[in-house]
């Protein structure tokens, strides 16, 4: 909880933000699940293969909630932020694996409810999924889609990869607070070195980096061959 006499600033935006970011993952997904293919998806259109507006959407959503994760982080205990982490995340987690495992799995199984609850071992999916969310809630004989669209088809949940990122940037807030580095200049430094370490050594999406990209029109370029191009 936040210190006494300590107000906690209110941003009414944020959570539109988030909601934006969020619906145009499903917005994204639409394409490849009713077409087969992304490729008529305005995103890919414009700028090519896989660059859909969900990926877009995820990063704005990411970057969003670790402003607010942050915010929650200055407050209180180490002990008192993981804990409200983990009311945040895991009552929530549970009833979707319930509801997922136990009624939307059913009506999507060949078996019929009966013999899929005899045959497609819901209980040890709830127990794996719980303990590790990035399993995805894969389940025997349940599929909702053409499985020839995406290996999604067959996993009852799988946009649960995104909690097991959560916990794991959870602990390194948690960290940062134990050891006294959670201050803002030293957040801005690690944001410096976080953001050039990924633009000149990790390749990250998109591939053209900033630094090389107006090099990237001459194939013979050292800079151009560094960018893995």
Request: aromatic share 14%; with cysteine; charged share 10%.
């Given at each position: 909880?936040p210190?006494?006499?300590?107000?906690?600033p209110?941003?009414?935006?944020?959570n539109?933000i988030?909601?934006?970011?969020?619906s145009?993952?499903?917005?994204?997904?639409?394409?490849l699940?009713s077409?087969k293919t992304?490729a008529?998806?305005?995103?890919v259109?414009l700028?090519?293969d896989?660059?859909?507006?969900?990926?877009?959407?995820?990063y704005?959503?990411f970057?969003?909630?670790?402003?607010?994760?942050?915010?929650?982080?200055?407050?209180?205990?180490?002990?008192?932020?993981l804990?409200?982490?983990a009311?945040r995340i895991y009552?929530a987690l549970?009833?979707c694996i319930l509801?997922?495992?136990?009624?939307l799995?059913?009506l999507?199984?060949?078996l019929g409810?009966?013999?899929?609850?005899?045959?497609s071992n819901?209980?040890e999916t709830?127990?794996?999924s719980?303990?590790?969310p990035?399993?995805?809630?894969?389940?025997?004989n349940?599929q909702?889609?053409?499985?020839a669209?995406?290996?999604l088809?067959?996993?009852?949940?799988?946009?649960?990869?995104?909690?097991s990122?959560?916990?794991f940037c959870y602990?390194?807030?948690?960290?940062?607070m134990?050891?006294?580095?959670l201050?803002a200049p030293?957040?801005?430094?690690a944001?410096a070195?976080g953001?050039?370490w990924?633009l000149?050594f990790?390749h990250?999406?998109?591939d053209t980096?900033l630094?090389?990209?107006?090099?990237?029109?001459?194939?013979?370029s050292?800079?151009?061959r560094?960018?893995g191009s």
């Amino acid at each position: 909880m936040p210190g006494r006499g300590v107000t906690r600033p209110f941003y009414p935006n944020v959570n539109i933000i988030r909601l934006i970011a969020a619906s145009t993952v499903i917005f994204s997904h639409a394409f490849l699940i009713s077409e087969k293919t992304e490729a008529n998806e305005p995103f890919v259109r414009l700028l090519g293969d896989d660059k859909i507006l969900g990926i877009f959407g995820v990063y704005a959503f990411f970057i969003t909630s670790g402003f607010l994760v942050t915010q929650s982080a200055q407050f209180g205990s180490v002990g008192g932020f993981l804990w409200r982490r983990a009311l945040r995340i895991y009552p929530a987690l549970v009833v979707c694996i319930l509801l997922s495992v136990y009624v939307l799995s059913p009506l999507f199984s060949p078996l019929g409810i009966r013999r899929y609850l005899r045959w497609s071992n819901p209980l040890e999916t709830t127990v794996l999924s719980v303990l590790n969310p990035s399993y995805g809630m894969k389940l025997p004989n349940v599929q909702f889609y053409d499985p020839a669209i995406s290996w999604l088809a067959t996993f009852t949940n799988g946009s649960l990869w995104s909690i097991s990122q959560e916990i794991f940037c959870y602990l390194i807030l948690a960290a940062l607070m134990a050891i006294g580095l959670l201050r803002a200049p030293f957040m801005a430094l690690a944001l410096a070195v976080g953001v050039t370490w990924q633009l000149f050594f990790e390749h990250p999406w998109p591939d053209t980096q900033l630094i090389t990209i107006s090099l990237l029109s001459r194939p013979t370029s050292s800079a151009v061959r560094f960018s893995g191009s």
